[in-house]
């Protein structure tokens, strides 16, 4: 037992060494949260609009007015004809016009938008948020109530899903590379010849990396709540120990990954098509995944961060009991199964 604490302690103080090593441990999670929460947004705050109104009544002033006085448009021209408005847009002056017809006043109605349609999911949204502040009015045509994120703010997306990329980088990547590394060095093969067997140094490596993951977790969810303001409505108990269970499945990964790479560049190539763009593409954390082809779809369905993120925003955000979130666990426990018996299988015909 001895022997096998020293080496977690050897390998402990070789990443605390390591300082470019401990800043993309420690520097990644505070710099992808911070752009994910504040700069990579998809709230809709000053879209630069025009308004076309040929006569500017009392009820359509009202309504201008309503649309200047919300945070989400600016109102930067009043124009006459709704050619001078897409003049506008063509020229990047505006993002969309806002056309009042003539009997808006007497009807409610006659209402026409012109929006650069470059992105189209954001020019969807201006328009839906165009529409409820003009409707705003009149309380019983509309009656929306927004759940679970009643401000709409995107970090409430984010979060969940940086966590679930996080882990499975810090984990899986960092894992493999260390282990790759002491292959390259031709110190792997003193370490199996040792006292301790094999299958626990590889253990005593991973041990560190688990702790360091656990402190990423912490220092994510203190984030999340102080900074930006992502309620954690669910039961921390069940997050930390479904973030565990995750983090043995990505620290089973890294063990494979290094059974199969020579090299530390090896590694860390298999790494960003293994895990960074299946991550970023597949898992749901950018792009739903019931919006993708069926294709995309299937191949997602044995991407792991996929249900940890599903799991995470249930928690986080929605705040469900752990029966809301048995079929992710199931999975999560099924995968941890495969890849750790995967792994094993692997370096045990290595050394073999």
């Not at 409610?108 to 529409?131: C, E, K, L, R």
């Not at 894992?175 to 199996?192: A, D, N, W």
């Not at 792009?287 to 191949?299: A, G």
């Amino acid at each position: 037992m001895k022997q096998f604490v020293s080496f977690v302690i050897k390998e402990a103080k070789h990443i605390m060494r390591d300082k470019r090593t401990m800043l993309i441990l420690f520097g990644m999670p505070l710099v992808l949260m911070l752009i994910f929460g504040f700069a990579i947004t998809t709230d809709v705050k000053n879209v630069r609009t025009v308004v076309v109104a040929s006569s500017m009544d009392h009820l359509t002033q009202q309504a201008v007015d309503r649309l200047a006085a919300s945070e989400y448009f600016t109102i930067i021209q009043v124009v006459a004809t709704p050619r001078d408005a897409e003049r506008a847009i063509r020229a990047q002056k505006a993002d969309m016009a806002i056309v009042f017809g003539p009997d808006f006043a007497s009807k409610h109605s006659g209402v026409q938008f012109i929006v650069d349609g470059a992105d189209p999911n954001m020019a969807q949204q201006w328009t839906n948020y165009a529409t409820g502040v003009l409707l705003n009015a009149d309380r019983s045509a509309v009656n929306t109530k927004l759940l679970y994120n009643p401000q709409m703010k995107s970090a409430y997306n984010f979060v969940p899903a940086i966590m679930g990329m996080l882990l499975m980088l810090v984990c899986a990547m960092m894992t493999s590379i260390s282990i790759v590394r002491e292959k390259e060095k031709g110190t792997m093969e003193v370490l199996l010849v040792s006292p301790v067997k094999p299958l626990m140094i590889i253990i005593a490596k991973a041990i560190p990396y688990l702790v360091l993951a656990f402190v990423i977790l912490v220092i994510i969810l203190m984030m999340a709540r102080f900074v930006l303001g992502v309620p954690l409505v669910g039961s921390l108990f069940w997050i930390i120990v479904i973030s565990v269970l995750y983090i043995l499945l990505a620290l089973s990964l890294g063990l494979l990954i290094s059974n199969v790479a020579k090299t530390q560049l090896v590694a860390l190539l298999l790494s960003a098509m293994v895990l960074l763009v299946p991550i970023v593409m597949l898992s749901g954390m950018l792009f739903p995944v019931e919006s993708m082809p069926t294709v995309l779809q299937w191949i997602s369905a044995i991407v792991p961060p996929r249900y940890y993120i599903e799991a995470m925003r249930k928690l986080m955000i929605m705040g469900v009991g752990i029966k809301e979130v048995a079929r992710e666990i199931l999975i999560l426990v099924g995968m941890l199964a495969v890849l750790m018996t995967l792994a094993l299988v692997k370096f045990n015909k290595r050394l073999e």
